[in-house]
């Protein structure tokens, strides 16, 4: 079954844009911890007393993320009375690691950490956890068995940007009976499998009318998911395939590309993604993809330093911290509002 065009109610998505809108201050970020809530300090407090945090990340503004995520950390930074000392790893391992070695040997207050490669970061954690150094992750959580290590995690609900996703997908369906190929991130990420979990479990529950028929991996690339996607298609036949989920709004313009480079109007397609990226939110303006999930990055690199200053000043204790990011559903009814306007 091919699309008939559905739309969202567009009082709730703008409801949900305006949140994400007053999310970006510390005050309105929305907050969860494993037991208990997180708290913010406020930049009266902060004046009392300085930290020294290194940011041991795995990107800078060398690449599009980066370049709104970091101008907030620091203005955080200097807000809050947070010395930054800054590392960019550029997703290298080995590098993360020599750079989480230098920091530890600094004896600073804490770290901040965003995994380079969520399997190989135990060593540094171990390493902060034997010299009394507080560390709190951002943007991609640890897994599970390491998260114990870590005072806390701030960044994007990544589980509930695929439900988003998938509530999306539910929505546009209604009731008819659709088969869909979906396209995750790269394997073994955290964020591709919780994306990938969230997705599957909610269409389980929410609209098992939708059959996922394959599901494969991609490294994030626009280009690399477009040659997954038409092989996918090629395996499965065209005229099987109603939809596409892809976990990241690159992978979904590349998707879109390989549907159209057969000639065929993807705008007929059921299509979600995730992010509302500069990529991928002129996509849903122009109707060829049916939604996506807003990741402010801004919010994102503000928020890193808020947790860790929190962890310093005391402000929350005990059980590990979280701070999530909402996830704001995206579609034509709203792509164009300032609230949700992409910031990368």
Known sequence: MRKSRLVLAPAVLLSAAALVLSGCAAEEATTSTETSAATSTDSGDAAAETFDVY??????????????????????????????T?????????????????????????????????????PCLEAAAAAGIPVTVTNSD????????????????????????AEIMCEIVGGAEISIIQLNGSIGNSTAIDRDNGFTDTVAANCPNVTILDEQNTDWTKATAQ??????????????IDGIYAADDSIAAGAIAA???????AADYFITGIGNTF????????????GTVFQSSSWDG???????????????????????????????????????????
Not at 105 to 116: E, F, M, Q, S, V
Not at 227 to 240: D, F, K, P, R, Y
Not at 319 to 325: F, K, V, W
């Open 55 to 84: 940011a041991l990340l795995p990107q800078g503004t060398d690449q599009a993320y980066g370049t709104t995520y970091l101008p907030e950390m620091e203005a955080v930074a200097a807000e809050l009375g947070v010395n930054l």
């Open 86 to 122: 800054i590392t960019n790893s550029q997703y290298d391992a080995d590098k993360q690691a020599s750079e989480c070695e230098i920091a530890v040997a600094a004896k600073p207050d804490g770290i901040i950490l965003w995994p380079a490669v969520g399997d190989a970061v135990r």
């Open 142 to 165: 640890l897994f599970d068995a390491d998260k114990a290590l870590s005072a806390g995690f701030s960044g994007p609900d990544t589980y509930g940007q695929g439900v988003a996703s």
């Open 227 to 240: 040659q997954v996607a038409s092989e996918m298609i090629t395996a499965q036949g065209l005229e099987n």
């Open 259 to 265: 549907l159209e480079a057969r000639g065929v109007d």
């Open 279 to 290: 990529m991928g939110n002129p996509l849903v303006a122009e109707g060829k993809l049916d």
């Open 302 to 344: 503000g928020n890193a330093v808020r947790l860790i200053h929190s962890v310093l000043t005391g402000a929350v204790s005990g059980d590990r911290e979280l701070l999530l990011m909402p996830s704001v559903k995206v579609t034509a009814d709203n792509a164009t509002d300032p609230s949700v306007a992409p910031e990368w």
